[in-house]
């Protein structure tokens, strides 16, 4: 991400697009990034990662720590029965805690 500012947009078939906004350009393509259609994308303040929730239930995170770049997959989490709906960063970002269309509360750890 190198400071630049970016915007990560989803789509119906699991495709996440990442756009360079100084440059006004599509900078990489993460194809197959769900099973199904994009629900959320959070950045990670002053971090280059990315978060991702999907109708596939997942949550995965993302990170550009390459020279190109391009992002690749740091973690995947499971564990709700339909789409996680609302994520938010909890205790200093160690943790997200999801809710989903199941109506649960996930508490997922950042660390382990």
């Not at 900078?27 to 999907?54: G, T």
């Not at 997959?73 to 205790?91: K, Q, V, W």
Request: glycine letters at 8%; aromatic letters at 8%; hydrophobic letters at 40%.
């Amino acid at each position: 991400m190198n400071g630049q500012p970016l915007l990560a947009s989803g789509g119906s078939s699991g495709v996440i697009s990442i756009w360079n906004l100084e440059k006004r350009r599509l900078q990489s393509v993460i194809r197959e990034a769900h099973d199904n259609s994009i629900i959320s994308l959070h950045f990670f303040a002053n971090e280059p990662v990315l978060m991702s929730s999907s109708a596939d239930n997942s949550i995965k995170m993302w990170i550009f720590d390459t020279s190109d770049g391009d992002p690749h997959l740091l973690r995947f989490r499971t564990g709700h029965c339909a789409p996680p709906l609302c994520i938010s960063f909890y205790a200093n970002g160690r943790h997200i805690l999801s809710v989903g269309q199941d109506r649960a509360f996930r508490l997922c750890s950042l660390i382990q």
